[in-house]
Every structure is written in C-alpha cells, then in structure tokens.
C-alpha cells in the first residue's frame, strides 16, 4: 500500500487489495462556451496547397525517371557518356510533356498523403463547378439572407418615415 490509498489490509476483503485508477470517471470541463462567437471562423477556407512542395514532387518523379533509365543502362553496360547523354535526352522530354500537362490535375489518381496534390486538385474542380453553375468569383456565402435583411430594413424605414409624414 501507498500514499494511503486503498486499504490498510487486504486481509478479509476477499480482494488483493491491488488499488487501480478509475477509467470512466470525467472530468469536469473548463466553463467556455461550446461554440465560438466568432461566426467568421466557421466559414468554410479552403486549403492552399504550397507551390514549393508541388514543384519538387515534380522534379523528384522526373529524377526518378532519369535515375531508373541510369541504373537500367548501367547493368547494360553502356558507356558513361552515352548514359549521361541519354539521361539529359530523357530529363528535357518529361520536363516538356510535364509543362504541357500540368494544368490539368486529376485527384483520383493521387494517394492520400499526397495532401498539396490533393488541395489543388480540389480547388481545380470547385473552380470548375463555380462556371458551370454560374457563381460569381465574389459571391458570399449568405449574402442573399443579408440582402433580404437590408431590403426588410429599408422597407421598414419607409413606413416608418411615411407613418410620421
């Protein structure tokens, strides 16, 4: 036994007397309020994938390319310059074909650690449903109750100023 906790003896208790913590108890929370106040933090941000992160995954696939054609040319046998002369061939083909590709971006093929490729990938297609369905770029999302509510107001102002006329 120690620090007084549990029984003086386990003699009789029909226990070992092994004392453990209580798992299911709560405990009590600070007293904040459950939701924020803030009603601009909930708005929906959508996350921006990094550029650098983007451009080096680009680069590192055209590496793993070239070094692959290396390694493959090397247990061929073939002559250093040869290699070296195929392998810059090989960089400046992918370099052009990824510049002619990289707008497009297609989601379904990119695992889930692949967060940035993601995040493009998402602004790419929620840029494209905002044309079809016609949504301007500055459009906000609420606007139209907060114009209803101007109108409502301004209405209300004109009775009220035609009430006292």
Request: a negative charge.
């Amino acid at each position: 036994m120690s620090s007084n906790v549990g029984l003086t003896t386990p003699r009789g208790s029909g226990t070992s007397g092994y004392v453990q913590r209580n798992l299911s108890h709560l405990k009590p929370r600070d007293n904040i309020a459950p939701y924020p106040k803030d009603f601009s933090a909930l708005k929906h941000r959508q996350r921006q994938p990094d550029r650098e992160i983007l451009e080096h995954d680009r680069r590192r696939e055209i590496e793993v390319k070239v070094f692959e054609l290396r390694d493959r040319l090397e247990d061929e046998e073939v002559d250093e310059d040869d290699i070296e002369d195929q392998c810059t061939a090989l960089r400046a083909k992918l370099t052009t074909e990824q510049k002619s590709t990289a707008n497009s971006t297609n989601a379904r093929g990119l695992k889930p650690h692949q967060v940035h490729e993601l995040a493009a990938a998402k602004i790419e297609e929620s840029e494209k449903l905002r044309k079809a369905l016609g949504i301007r770029e500055d459009y906000e999302e609420g606007s139209h109750w907060k114009r209803q509510e101007d109108r409502l107001k301004d209405t209300k102002l004109h009775k009220g100023k035609e009430e006292e006329e």
